[in-house]
């Protein structure tokens, strides 16, 4: 049995087969996917997956940073109301993006302390997006961080301080197919870290694992990750795929 934390099957990339690739996930072993928000244009298609495979996955609902524009607090007030519906298992995709443009900067933070806020007042964990804005993040993790806060590192791919960093804010960190990569540096990460702070998933439809590069992301390709995190700790894959099981339970209150 696992579980995969980030995956976003609502996505068009699926509109053609998606009961398909459902189903390779089901056969692989993959017993729940958890589902988060992207923009206002995913929540009906996000809700319509849910309500056709509530028993297989769980949700979460956010605002992902590179959706923060100028009207950003509009999005955030349809984001609010989304919330006060009692299916969350999360609040997420939510945090910090300077990758590509840093405009919004100040207005990616407004948003990420509010829902983070959000989630503390629901009881609800975070799926936090990072990309080249770790120490700003850090930040706000540590101004929020009274005790209720709780979470995961989307797709972590930081270095082992960093890791610690993040772990002793009480994240758990997520990893997908960059973990596979021969250019990835986080193998050391994944040896030095406890497995009990380690989380498996996929971010599908993007970031497929070695061997599927270069093709469409799907859940059931998340073996192939935990496959590799087994080898980088030198243990037996039944026991990554309990305990990584357990650890998503836990955060997530499954």
């Given amino acids: 049995m696992y579980i ?8 068009k990339a699926f509109d053609d087969d998606r009961e398909v690739v459902l189903q390779r996930a089901i056969d692989a072993g993959i017993t729940m996917l958890i589902v988060p928000n992207n923009d206002l244009g995913s929540i009906k298609p996000l809700h319509e997956f849910y309500e056709k495979h509530q028993d297989y996955c769980k949700v979460m609902m956010g605002l992902h940073p590179e959706e923060i524009k100028d009207d950003y607090k509009k999005s955030l007030s349809v984001i609010e109301k989304e919330l006060e519906q009692d299916i969350w298992t999360g609040v997420g995709e939510i945090g910090l993006d300077y990758y ?3 405009t919004y900067e100040k207005q990616q933070v407004d948003a990420f302390v509010q829902q983070l806020r959000w989630a ?6 975070v799926s936090i997006h ?5 120490d700003t993040l850090i930040k706000v993790l540590e101004h929020e961080q009274d005790g209720n806060l709780r979470g995961v590192m989307h797709c972590f791919s930081g270095n082992i301080e960093q890791a610690y960093i993040a772990m002793k804010l009480g994240m758990y960190l997520g990893f997908g197919g960059v973990a596979t990569y021969k250019n990835s540096k986080l193998r050391d990460v994944i040896e030095q870290i406890p497995t009990d702070r380690i989380l498996l998933e996929t971010d599908d439809p993007y970031l497929p694992p070695v061997p599927y590069r270069g093709q469409r992301n799907e859940p059931s390709y998340m073996i192939k990750v935990a496959e590799k995190i087994a080898e980088f700790k030198g243990i037996d894959i039944k026991e990554i795929e309990e305990i990584t099981t357990k650890n998503a339970i836990n955060l997530f209150k499954i």
Avoid: V
Avoid at 120 to 125: D, H, I, M, S, V
Avoid at 130 to 134: I, P, Q, T, V
């Fill in 4 to 11: 995969n934390t980030h995956s976003h099957i609502y996505d």
């Fill in 100 to 102: 590509w443009d840093r």
């Fill in 120 to 125: 503390k007042q629901l009881g609800l964990p």
């Fill in 130 to 134: 990072n990309r080249e804005s770790f």
